[in-house]
């Protein structure tokens, strides 16, 4: 069964850093671009970071662009999100997904598999 899990949320002050993981089984993330995106409440769900398959492309939302990196590990099966700098307006459920291509992917429609998100709440 793909399945995948992302942890590493939480409560951080404004200007604080939170670095969210996301764990794959029942597949392996070779052959996979993966994508973070982010809900706040009331809004749409949103790109926010994505990775080709080999790592060797990636593509940010303007909004996180110079504050958040994306980085795989294939051989731990695991895809990062370093997030530093954060702001109230970054406060969302974030999800990671996958999507069976080897280029970027920055449309939410084109991601077949979704873990179940974890919050991010920037507050003082």
């Known amino acids: 069964q793909l399945q995948l899990v992302e942890s590493g949320g939480g409560l951080v002050q404004p200007g604080g850093s939170l670095r969210l993981s996301c764990a794959a089984s029942g597949f392996t993330l070779d052959n996979y671009a993966i994508g973070w995106f982010r809900q706040a409440p009331g809004k749409e769900r949103e790109f926010v970071a994505t990775i080709t398959s080999s790592a060797g492309s990636t593509d940010y939302a303007d909004s996180v662009k110079g504050r958040f990196t994306i980085s795989r590990d294939n051989v731990k099966n695991m895809v990062y999100l370093q997030m530093n700098s954060l702001k109230p307006e970054d406060t969302a459920v974030y999800y990671c997904?996958?999507?069976?291509?080897?280029?970027?992917?920055?449309?939410?429609?084109?991601?077949?598999?979704w873990g179940q998100g974890t919050q991010v709440t920037v507050s003082s």
């Open positions: 997904a996958a999507s069976n291509t080897m280029s970027v992917v920055t449309t939410r429609s084109r991601y077949g598999y």
